[in-house]
């Protein structure tokens, strides 16, 4: 029965207010960011915060699509995350599975393993000589493979896996399967809201990638967008005149505008993996 209360109306009251307020401060500098990307160069000098611009402008938009270099780091970070998040879900996904199975031989070692590598890693520098001999060094697969599988998110998917009933397995076994048709045709498909959830979670990753395209790539056409971003942001300073260009831009919303452009298409690509998330979230957690 629902509580009507005076305490009640009272408590929901504020908890929406308070909720709301988180809500707000969260998105505010998101939308001030918006804003200073379509605020003209005098109105930034005048204004400090630019919530709704009095001058629209596209300036900042035009002059980052007006060359390549901004779109084809783009068409470099959609590469990265799509390939590197197929990567990480096949491994992820084929890994977990065999771990999951009771028959296989020698998991417990393996799986300590795995632990062991989340709580103690190599560092930054053995990393790199790594990647360095295996001659990496300046090719997109320097960013998608060192980290192609999350411990821990194989070990959320391990447990996920030996929640389904055994009698799925047995009946696929009288059937003819073998392993790799029961983990295809069975087991993947009863674990679509996991896998949209670690395909949420390996993506975003993948597209706010910074350190390791940093470090492994030093040619600027195999930079991603963050690379771009951040030579915008930290780099430039006062007001921007490229003399290939006719407009003067203001550095502030020349940065909104390609904090714009990096972060668009990720956002729109939520909606569609949202409905499996709150599902997905409590992967492996134990039941009560």
């Known amino acids: 029965m629902r509580d009507n209360s005076i305490g ?3 408590f929901s009251i504020v908890n929406v207010a308070v909720l709301a307020a988180i809500a707000f401060i969260c998105v505010f500098p998101f939308i001030e960011i918006v804003g200073g990307s379509f605020a003209s160069n005098q109105e930034l000098i005048a204004r400090d915060i630019v919530i709704i611009p009095h001058q629209f402008s596209l300036d900042a938009y035009r002059y ?3 060359s390549d270099k901004i779109p084809h780091s783009l068409l470099i970070t959609v590469f990265i995350t799509v390939t590197g998040t197929m990567i990480n879900l096949a491994l992820t996904a084929s890994g977990a599975f065999a771990l999951a199975r ?3 031989k ?4 393996i799986l300590f393993l795995i632990v062991f590598t989340m709580l103690f890693q190599g560092g930054l ?3 790199y000589l790594v990647v360095k001999e295996l001659h990496l060094l300046n090719t997109l697969w320097a960013v998608m493979l060192p980290g192609a599988i999350s411990a821990f998110n194989l070990i959320l998917m ?3 896996f030996m929640q389904l009933p055994e009698e799925i397995y047995d009946s696929a076994k009288i059937d003819g399967c073998n392993d790799l048709v029961t983990f295809v045709r069975i087991a993947l498909p009863l674990s679509k809201a996991s896998l949209a959830t670690f395909t949420l979670f390996y993506a975003v990753t993948h597209w706010n990638s910074f350190l ?3 470090l492994y790539l030093n040619n600027s056409d195999l930079w991603p967008i963050q690379i771009w971003l951040r030579d915008m942001i930290v780099l430039a300073s006062g007001d921007f005149q490229d003399p290939g260009f006719s407009i003067e831009v203001a550095t502030r919303s020349l940065q909104s505008a390609t904090i714009v452009v990096a972060t668009l298409p990720i956002l729109l690509f939520y909606p569609f993996v949202q409905k499996y998330f709150a599902q997905g979230v409590t992967l492996g957690s134990v039941k009560g």
């Open 8 to 10: 009640s109306r009272i």
């Open 64 to 66: 980052i699509f007006s």
């Open 102 to 104: 009771p028959g296989m």
């Open 106 to 109: 020698g998991r417990g070692v």
């Open 125 to 127: 520098i053995p990393t």
């Open 158 to 160: 391990r447990n996920f």
């Open 212 to 214: 390791m395209p940093f």
